[in-house]
């Protein structure tokens, strides 16, 4: 058996029904059944298995954050130690413009991605973050994939 271990084995519907929410969270239960070939009551009830056992954890709007005034992105790599290890994902995440964190391995602890209105709100962030930290920032100039559905694994992975 491989190293990656599964809780719940997914088969091609599962697969199908996780690709149509991912591409629409709001597909309605009768076109989802439609596109994954249920009836709409199997279909709702395969969903809701899912949700149940945590496969699918919730549902949410993107928003683009350059429509909202948040133009720039950066993801910023945080180097600390002893106790502050344990309070900065709480800290981080106080902040409205943290997106996301990541306790990472490597040279750094974490790598937090940030979105600001231009570099003087970064650098508030920033302050706000370094008393306890060093950190190495990264602006983000394009960005070619943002944001990916995870899809079926057609590579020979076990999964069983």
């Known amino acids: 058996m491989s190293n990656r ?43 809701h298995k899912l949700e149940s056992d945590g496969i699918i954890s919730g549902y949410r709007a993107e928003v683009d954050a350059r429509k909202v005034g948040l133009p720039l992105l950066a993801f910023v790599r945080v180097t600390l130690v002893g106790e502050d290890l344990a309070k900065f994902p709480e800290k981080a995440a106080r902040r409205p413009e943290v997106l ?26 920033l302050d706000a973050l370094m008393p306890y930290v060093s950190t190495t920032t990264s602006i983000v100039l394009t960005s070619f994939l943002s944001s990916r559905s995870i899809e079926y694994p057609d590579d020979g992975w076990d999964r069983g």
């Open 100 to 125: 996301e964190v990541h306790r990472v391995t490597g040279t750094e602890s974490f790598i937090v991605k940030v979105a600001v209105s231009d570099h003087k709100h970064l650098q508030t962030v």
């Open 5 to 47: 271990v599964k809780s719940h084995l997914l088969d091609a519907i599962d697969w199908k029904i996780l690709a149509a929410l991912q591409e629409n969270a709001r597909i309605p239960f009768a076109e989802l059944a439609r596109r994954v070939g249920l009836s709409t009551p199997a279909a709702a009830e395969r969903v």
